[in-house]
């Protein structure tokens, strides 16, 4: 594991690192955009969001605005803080609120957010942790969401 994932914890991130994060997607928007599946799951008051990169994707995340758990599998380079480190392999993380992240898939990457929650549904569990709900890849098309909500509560 990268030295800077050493307490297995993804920092909040400073204002000028997530406007540095925010120009990288302004760069990102005038190149050709592909269409990632995410699978979501609503269970026990978890919510959980996964998607995968194929190799060589660059990819901009949304400010996330409350703690949660990032699983990395695969191999990415990751822009935390103002630092890029290499994760490779399985990591399971602790990422903190207020960050938005910047990813390149040196491989097929999947990526798993985990976040705790009351909502009901995918739109409220989305507009709990971002307020960039609107632009995430999964309103941009349905068919391209596989969604499970069990209703089961703690």
């Known amino acids: ?7 297995n914890r993804v920092p909040a ?7 540095r ?13 592909i269409e990632l599946d995410t699978d979501h799951v609503l269970h026990g008051n978890m919510y959980a969001r996964t998607i995968t990169m194929p190799k060589g994707t660059v990819l901009s995340g949304a400010l996330i605005k409350v703690p949660t758990i990032l699983i990395i599998s695969g191999h990415c380079r990751v822009f935390v803080g103002n630092d890029t480190i290499d994760v490779n392999g399985y990591n399971v993380l602790a990422a903190s609120a207020n960050r938005k992240q910047a990813f390149l898939a040196l491989e097929e990457t999947s990526l798993t957010m985990i976040l705790q929650t009351d909502a009901d549904s995918i739109e409220q569990a989305e ?18 969401n596989t969604v499970v909500i069990t209703g089961e509560k703690r």
């Open 1 to 7: 594991m990268n030295l800077a994932l050493a307490n």
């Open 127 to 144: 507009i709990e942790f971002t307020d960039e709900h609107e632009l995430l890849m999964s309103h941009k098309d349905s068919n391209h």
């Open 21 to 33: 994060v925010k120009e990288i997607e302004n760069v990102l928007l005038a190149f050709p955009q």
């Open 13 to 19: 991130m400073s204002d000028s690192a997530i406007q």
